[in-house]
């Protein structure tokens, strides 16, 4: 079973790596970071390097897809014809096409969602419309025949077990629960927004609208394979040191 | 603040990344992800790359550190001198010293535990007594004094939330947990060894296992500022290629 993950600079790490992490309870699982080609993808952050390791090319027939969000790059990387043409090409023959956080706004790009039960993040919610989706904002994961979309950035773990259980069985996904470990327990509870005061969705704005600044401030993309690693880390390294 | 994190060969990933999301809440936050020397880190996938953005040497301050567990590279961290002997020394300084999962066992191996309430991944409660630590099996987090220890893997969400908690206060925590949209809801309920059947615990373990016999049969370190990207790639996906 191929699993294929879109690495694109910009994203939000967690998004792609809280699934990653449960599926990797798939027996023969075989994983794929995906990109216009392999190499260093910086992530929001603008600190955190994740490796690409194979192009679109180089994987036409994954089994699984997966798409996460970002703060400052969803919508360029909705744009960009090589992402939407291979998603197109690969979701006919998927078993599952997957995605986490404002990643569905991608998939939506894609023409994936039209007719569809979706959901996004919350501050997304409202753009998942405009590509012919029908937002179901209470649900942390939501499935519509093949497709699978996630609420905000950490909702990509239980995305992630609940992906087990379908396509291995309960007793493995609850297998891979132990391993990770995975018995929540937020020492807060405004992660949803139904539970968020006025003054806790203004904040999460302030600071959402700071990670975007701040990536636009530094804006690059860094990838492709003939790239000297300590090019790529000493770009890191300038931005992080010339931060505010 | 200076946030370090050690970006070690053999790591799990999400240890490591589902603190960072949440710290990133923190206002002026710098980022560090720290080895020997700068360069990518195959993490204990053998797939996922992640970058290492500095060295010790460089990072002799950090106000934070934070060390994640791995399935099969613990223990051989746990007995690198450069490593623990950095550990050593930046802990005199931290405001906060804190782990997830089995990075307990470094902190351990490091001093660091000695005389200390802590935790760990369920599977390496045990080894925790041979630090001199004094287990908590039952907390999802556990502070003594500055150090923080969390359990496995997925809880280090909990751990980097309520550190944001502690350093910036309530309000920013809450704001951050909505960004995150952190509201839990796992589709199993087995996350908790007190919760999970004795099937649940074999099967586990078994898992477990063949994550860690996957990695020493591929296992290799390629690291360095002076590695061209399309070697690490190539190693990566050739050892990808080649399971069974």
């Given at each position: 079973m191929q699993i294929a993950i879109l690495a694109y600079p910009g994203m939000t790490a967690l998004d792609a790596i809280g699934p990653y992490e449960m599926l990797r309870g798939l027996p023969e699982a075989e994983f794929r970071f995906?990109?216009?080609e392999p190499g260093p993808i910086v992530t929001d952050s603008c600190v955190l390097v994740v490796g690409a390791t194979h192009s679109f090319q180089e994987t036409p027939a994954p089994d699984i897809v997966l798409i996460g969000g970002s703060i400052p790059a969803t919508m360029s990387t909705a744009a960009d014809d090589g992402v939407l043409t291979w998603l197109r090409k690969v979701h006919l023959g998927t078993t599952w096409t997957a995605s986490v956080c404002s990643g569905s706004l991608i998939l939506g790009a894609a023409g994936i969602l039209r007719g569809k039960d979706a959901t996004c993040h919350w501050a997304g919610q409202r753009v998942l419309t405009t590509f012919g989706a029908n937002p179901q904002r209470?649900?942390?994961i939501v499935r519509d025949g093949k497709v699978i979309t996630a609420a905000g950035v950490s909702a990509g773990l239980d995305l992630g077990l609940w992906l087990v259980g379908e396509i291995a069985?309960?007793?493995r996904a609850e297998a891979t629960q132990l391993c990770i470990e995975y018995d929540p327990r937020p020492p807060f509870d405004t992660g949803h927004?139904?539970?968020a005061?006025?003054?806790n969705k203004?904040?999460?704005v302030l600071m959402m609208k700071g990670m975007i600044s701040a990536r636009d401030a530094g804006a690059e993309v860094v990838a492709g394979s003939k790239v000297l690693w300590a090019n790529v880390i000493d770009r890191v390294r300038?931005?992080?040191a010339a931060k505010p």
């Open positions: 995906v990109w216009h209470d649900k942390r069985g309960q007793p927004i139904s539970k005061s006025a003054r203004a904040d999460a300038r931005r992080s």
